[in-house]
């Protein structure tokens, strides 16, 4: 780009390897001095640094090199999370179709779509936790083949009140918003601790087993703030009442 190869992948080491060969240009005097004593009393060879590497022609045709190098075992293997999120920076970011994407990366539509609605709904619950619960989650550290093995039940998108665009894998809400979020929290906050959730809830009845009791704490909830809403309706009521019988025997006495 503009005359200059970018390093996408392993620009840490390119970094650490610049920065190993010239310090002064890189860091603080007093820093590079330092290097550059480590580098001497342990005898790090600096001078002739040679670094295989994939040399694609533009960004858009390094993306299958990228994929393909971190979907098998070549080099550290991406979770599930950031393999998900790559294609859906090729979707929303690049703009790419999802035709354009399965050529690129030379995979089935199927097999690109099912990425993009677990990350699509991925993103929606982590708006709402951070926004209503005050939860910050991120997708590298989010384990999010268990929300895509319990949201692919029937039941569990009965449940949300969601669907997804076939053409384009984009989140369908059926239900009202505040609604949703509603289930959405209680549904992400049993997913938190994903190695319990691993251990506990594996085959389809334990999933479905996991559902009834988000069921529960849902209702239980709402049947708390109904509850409240009673008792705070019931003491405004008292308190009117009180009020317009304290202005009757204040006329009384007046008269």
Request: aromatic share 8%; glycine share 4%; proline share 2%.
């Amino acid at each position: 780009e503009n005359g200059k190869k970018v390093v996408l992948e392993g620009n840490r080491r390119v970094a650490s390897l610049k920065l190993l060969q010239n310090p002064k240009k890189y860091l603080s005097t007093a820093k590079a001095k330092i290097l550059m004593q480590n580098i001497i009393k342990n005898n790090i060879p600096i001078d002739d640094y040679k670094i295989r590497c994939f040399i694609a022609p533009n960004r858009l045709l390094a993306n299958p090199i990228i994929y393909e190098r971190h979907k098998g075992d070549a080099v550290q293997k991406w979770k599930t999370g950031n393999q998900y999120s790559f294609i859906a920076e090729m979707y929303g970011k690049d703009g790419l179709s999802i035709e354009d994407i399965c050529t690129v990366l030379n995979e089935t539509r199927a097999k690109v779509l099912k990425p993009l609605k677990a990350y699509n709904l991925f993103l929606e619950g982590k708006e709402i936790l951070e926004k209503e619960e005050g939860l910050i989650i991120d997708v590298t550290n989010f384990e999010i083949t268990n929300l895509e093995r319990f949201y692919t039940l029937d039941e569990v998108k009965l449940f949300l009140g969601i669907d997804f665009d076939n053409n384009n894998g984009e989140l369908i809400i059926k239900l009202p918003q505040e609604e949703f979020e509603k289930r959405i929290i209680v549904t992400f906050k049993s997913l938190l601790d994903a190695e319990r959730f691993s251990r506990e809830y594996n085959t389809t009845e334990e999933l479905k087993s996991l559902l009834e009791k988000l069921k529960k704490a849902l209702f239980l909830k709402m049947r708390k703030i109904k509850v409240d809403h009673l008792k705070i309706e019931k003491i405004w009521k008292m308190r009117k009442t009180k009020q317009i019988q304290g202005r009757k025997n204040q006329i009384k006495m007046d008269i």
